[in-house]
């Protein structure tokens, strides 16, 4: 298991961008796929973006696609959420989470889960 602490969350203005790191603790991150799910209030928790443990795959939600990248520093033991053309429905709690395996875009296959960031956007 690794621990995963997630920054970088705030208030923007919509067409604005912000970037979202996911430090993770532990020496095996760098054998761990990673992603990125979000959750808006009074609606389920839905993903975003994931990355192999390589960082040669990456896969998006259709909604951000061409608008957010995912990528990761395995020395750094962090992964990063970086985001532009934000929408006001972009607006949710972004969480970072981990599994062991190949990459995956659904949230009952990773493990381990950070405590959240929120990020508004605003009209």
């Known amino acids: 298991q690794v621990q995963l602490v997630e920054s970088g969350g705030g208030l923007v203005q919509a067409g604005g961008s912000l970037r979202l790191s996911c430090a993770a603790s532990g020496r095996t991150f760098r054998s761990y796929t990673m992603g990125w799910f979000r959750q808006a209030p009074g609606k389920e928790r839905e993903f975003v973006a994931t990355?192999?443990?390589?960082?040669?795959?990456?896969y998006y939600a259709d909604s951000v696609k061409g608008r957010f990248t995912i990528s990761r520093d395995n020395a750094k033991n962090t992964v990063y959420l970086q985001m532009n053309s934000l929408k006001p429905e972009d607006t949710a709690v972004y969480y970072c989470?981990?599994?062991?395996?190949?990459?995956?875009?659904?949230?009952?296959?990773?493990?381990?889960w950070g405590q959240g960031t929120q990020v508004t956007v605003s009209s």
């Open positions: 989470a981990s599994r062991q395996g190949g990459v995956a875009n659904t949230a009952p296959y990773f493990g381990s």
């Open positions: 990355i192999s443990w390589s960082g040669g795959s990456t």
